[in-house]
């Protein structure tokens, strides 16, 4: 996979569920499992904020080929998946979120293992 690939692909997807957790937070996470009160429709909104955020980074610099300035977003992206795998792992094993829950698991490490790969196992500058 080459590294623009990879951020647009990470572009796509945050666009993809950041704007329906932004406008409906209760009515996503309910179909999830999880049951959501005022406060946590803020925190849904702001998790949207944040992928959103990750959504216009990874579009911008997509097409970055300097390995130097490549590796510190992978670097990110990594941390920022494998946070998000492990969370959503606990909620699935914990009973707060259904079985969909394992589709967003699978979201996060598929960017975990790819941002993994690019980061030490693919050739830089691609």
Do not use: H
Not at 69 to 93: E, F, H, R
């Amino acid at each position: 996979m080459k590294f623009k690939t990879f951020m647009v692909a990470k572009a796509v997807v945050c666009l993809a569920l950041g704007v329906p957790i932004f406008f409906a937070p209760v009515f996503l996470y309910g179909l999830f499992g999880a049951m959501l009160g005022a406060g946590g429709a803020f925190v849904g909104r702001e998790y949207a904020a944040a992928m959103l955020g990750a959504m216009f980074m990874t579009w911008l610099v997509r097409d970055v080929t300097d390995p130097t300035l490549q590796k510190p977003i992978l670097w990110w992206l990594l941390v920022y998946d494998l946070i998000g795998a492990v969370i959503t792992l606990i909620a699935i094993t914990s009973g707060v979120l259904n079985w969909l829950g394992w589709g967003a698991f699978a979201i996060y490490l598929f960017f975990a293992v790819g941002g993994a790969y690019l980061l030490f196992f693919k050739s830089q500058s691609t």
